[in-house]
């Protein structure tokens, strides 16, 4: 009978600028997340030309994480965490990103939160690019349309690698690199690769054109990395959104099918080190002549990943809509699935499918696989004693926890650790609010920006706590 790792990777993941604030001090540069605008779940983010007076940027104070990490990390400690995942902010150690040389103030903070995680035998887990890239080479160089952007990453990539190379083990390239993959929408294509598209552009060209650079800066960086220290495990980071087609006619899982390939063809490359057919024969119909040199070729095929470190909060559906082409766009193609609940902000629950993802992944790429975001957005009640019951979190992530472990102990999947998001609560990457919340330690911190900031445990954090002890025992 399998069970979980004896030294699994139990823990809690965040990113940067969703919780670090301190947007300039010590010298960090301003970043993409830096001009994004409040929204909520009928508005989108706005992205602002710059930093603007009089707009709500709620990534600038964050949950003033940067000041305050001590004080979180021994709370993560008392719930037991063996991993803590985090990103490095770009611009706190490349302000504007095309620097030789790193701000030695941003290099320090990080040596001081790992070795603080360090401590307490927290192993740090690290994405280097989360959503949060220089938004200088964004005006300058136009994002990652720009081929000179691979330099760039890779400068920061080995920068850090060189640092930490003692303090942390495990590594991803790019967050979720496959949102994007829906280009209709303005915040994956900021948010993922700084793209702006202007009038006369076909997104999806200027999309597959940028992936092809992140994947080339990814592989070049997997390469760096191993030279440095050979024991370093490097992911990639897919956001996986099983794609069901809504009925059993051959053309609904025809659409399905190609609506997975389209979402997913990121961790092909990632994991194989090659296109997959379907997608050169795509672009070639296209016209789209990317530049895409033999050198990257060997670059991919030579830096591929350790593991496939993925986030899973939900699934999707889609079926065929009679248009003459196989063609999958979210915005229009994705359809409300029948047997499953959805969140307050429209995200399909569905436990079942993680063990689904987990063994698509196992069977596609037969490579380790590390859970490194899933959680329940929701608005959570303070009582006037100031307990939170959040008993729909802990069934949330209880019926997933469930699915993880038939895909371990029943599939074979060999699964490193499970680090559900926003451990604490943070600002949402989606709608930039804070009361879509996940964390097991409530924040005092309400969508306007008022509150304390004090920090307090849910319910949650005592059940995950025993979760931890019982190595998953226990649910
Ligand atoms: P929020 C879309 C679909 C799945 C995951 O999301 C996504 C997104 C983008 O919103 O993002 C990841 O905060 C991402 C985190 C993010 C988390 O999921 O919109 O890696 O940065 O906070 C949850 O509720």
Not at 365 to 391: K, R
Not at 400 to 411: C, F, S, Y
Not at 457 to 474: A, L
Request: charged letters at 20%.
């Amino acid at each position: 009978m399998g069970q979980l790792r004896k030294n699994f990777l139990w823990g809690g993941a965040v990113a940067a600028h969703q919780l670090e604030g301190a947007w300039q001090a010590d010298g960090k540069g301003v970043s993409v997340s830096d001009v994004m605008t409040a929204g909520d779940v009928d508005h989108q983010r706005g992205i602002t030309d710059g930093v603007l007076p009089g707009y709500n940027y709620p990534n600038h104070e964050g949950i003033d994480f940067y000041h305050r990490y001590a004080a979180d990390i021994k709370l993560f400690a008392e719930m037991g965490f063996k991993s803590f995942r985090t990103s490095i902010a770009w611009t706190r150690i490349f302000p504007n990103g095309d620097e030789t040389e790193p701000n030695e103030a941003g290099l320090q903070f990080y040596d001081d939160l790992f070795d603080e995680c360090l401590k307490y035998d927290i192993q740090p887990v690290v994405t280097l690019s989360h959503f949060e890239m220089p938004y200088h080479l964004v005006t300058e160089y136009g994002g990652w349309r720009n081929r000179q952007v691979i330099g760039f990453f890779t400068h920061f990539a080995e920068t850090v690698f060189k640092r930490y190379q003692h303090k942390v083990k495990y590594w991803m390239t790019f967050n979720e690199i496959n949102n994007q993959a829906n280009y209709h929408s303005q915040f994956s294509l900021f948010t993922n690769s700084g793209l702006k598209i202007t009038a006369d552009e076909n997104p999806e060209k200027v999309m597959y054109q940028a992936a092809h650079y992140e994947l080339v800066a990814s592989a070049q960086a997997v390469k760096i990395g191993k030279q440095i220290n050979p024991d370093f495990e490097i992911g990639c980071m897919i956001a996986m959104c099983p794609i069901y087609p809504l009925t059993a006619k051959p053309e609904d899982v025809l659409k399905a099918e190609r609506a997975m390939q389209t979402r997913y063809w990121f961790a092909d490359v990632h994991c194989h080190g090659r296109y997959p057919e379907w997608l050169l024969q795509y672009q070639t119909n296209q016209n789209y002549n990317l530049d895409i040199t033999d050198a990257d070729l060997a670059d991919l095929a030579a830096g591929t990943v350790d593991y496939i470190g993925f986030s899973y909060y939900m699934s999707f559906a889609t079926k065929d809509n009679g248009a003459a082409e196989l063609h999958y766009d979210e915005e229009h193609d994705l359809v409300p699935n029948p047997y499953v609940e959805a969140s307050e902000w429209g995200w399909q629950i569905d436990p079942v499918g993680l063990r689904y993802a987990m063994n698509w992944f196992n069977d596609h790429y037969h490579l380790p696989e590390f859970i490194v975001e899933n959680g329940f957005g929701a608005v959570d009640q303070v009582e006037a004693d100031g307990s939170i019951h959040d008993s729909y979190r802990v069934d949330y992530l209880r019926k997933h926890l469930v699915q993880m472990k038939k895909a371990v102990i029943e599939d074979g999947v060999d699964l490193m650790g499970y680090t559900p998001w926003g451990c604490i609560d943070l600002v949402s990457a989606g709608t930039g609010q804070m009361s879509k919340r996940y964390g097991f330690i409530y924040v005092d911190k309400q969508d306007d920006g008022s509150g304390t900031l004090a920090r307090s445990k849910k319910d949650s954090f005592y059940w995950y706590q025993k979760v931890i002890k019982t190595n998953g025992q226990d649910l």
